[in-house]
């Protein structure tokens, strides 16, 4: 079992894990050091208000240390972002070469770029000189397949980067099929900067068995293993167990607040149960043998009827 204290990151899960929910997240469960927030939509010629960046300021994460991340792919717009972060008080970013989604991919954003290393060491070659706060990059073993992302990393090494996190699937893959650990301990042979590892982190034996595997790993990043579990890091840091009551009862509270402030923020009974819906298809896990109160969840019509469901279900 790698020895080391684990540095736990919440991953960036778009529509999930905004500010709002890492606040209440945080408040109710520990363990994690860090979140890196969903990627800022690029806006060319912005200057980025308040409005724009809402999810990262300050005022808005003051229960976890976050980290912005960055979606660009024009040189002189992702240095005004990066700029007014810096300007927020932030001293690291993120660049997302990870994202598989096809709207986005396509544009040849997030994993859609590591086809074209070109493009992406053009990019760090005229932003790293003049970028003043520290700079990591999420990626993917690739996006069609492994040489993509092997012939990228050893021309990384040129780069002063803070650290390389990498979802140990292919872009292509999207979240299907099951993760390549074969292929990050490939990746590790070809880079010499601190990497991290991400993808499917669901359970305590899941990491063990990860963190057994690389010994002078310590970095991780976990998404939607926490939205399962959410447990989870503290299981990870060896916070002392308590009874499934207990356990119940802070799930409970959790929901609870989040479900409240929800209902304040969001605009309208449609975006409140879409948000919480989304939620459900991965807390349910914390409800073994409940499925059919999954579906019971998902084809409430009214925010009255949600609440009665759930209450059914943490009442079983």
């Not at 890492?22 to 980025?48: C, M, N």
């Not at 899941?206 to 989870?232: H, K, Q």
Request: with cysteine.
């Amino acid at each position: 079992m790698n020895e080391l204290q684990p540095f736990l990151y919440l991953a960036p899960l778009r529509g999930l894990t905004e500010s709002l929910f890492r606040e209440i997240l945080t408040r109710h469960f520990g363990g994690f050091d860090a979140a890196v927030a969903p990627f800022i939509t690029p806006q060319k010629k912005s200057l980025y208000e308040d409005k724009q960046i809402r999810d990262v300021l300050p005022e808005n994460n003051r229960n976890l240390p976050v980290v912005p991340q960055l979606l660009h792919t024009d040189p002189e717009d992702f240095l005004v972002l990066a700029r007014r972060l810096a300007d927020l008080g932030y001293r690291h970013i993120n660049w997302n070469l990870g994202c598989p989604a096809p709207m986005v991919a396509r544009k040849k954003r997030g994993s859609g770029l590591l086809p074209y290393p070109e493009e992406i060491l053009g990019l760090l070659s005229r932003i790293m000189p003049k970028l003043e706060i520290e700079l990591s990059i999420k990626t993917r073993l690739g996006f069609n397949d492994h040489a993509e992302t092997r012939a990228l990393l050893p021309q990384l090494d040129q780069f002063p980067l803070k650290e390389i996190i990498i979802h140990a699937r292919l872009g292509k893959q999207l979240y299907n099929g099951v993760t390549d650990p074969d292929g990050f301990a490939v990746c590790r042979q070809l880079s010499r900067h601190t990497l991290a590892y991400n993808g499917d982190i669901n359970d305590i034996e899941t990491f063990r068995s990860l963190a057994d595997r690389f010994p002078t790993v310590n970095r991780w990043m976990i998404g939607r293993g926490a939205l399962s579990n959410p447990f989870l890091a503290e299981e990870i840091k060896g916070f002392p167990p308590q009874s499934a009551e207990e356990r119940k009862m802070r799930l409970y509270n959790f929901h609870d607040e989040l479900f409240r402030r929800y209902t304040e923020r969001l605009a309208g009974p449609s975006h409140l149960l879409g948000r919480v819906k989304h939620l459900w298809l991965y807390l349910i896990a914390s409800f073994p043998g409940n499925k059919k109160m999954l579906k019971k969840i998902l084809k409430s019509h009214t925010p009255a009827g949600y609440r009665n469901t759930v209450e059914e279900l943490f009442t079983k």
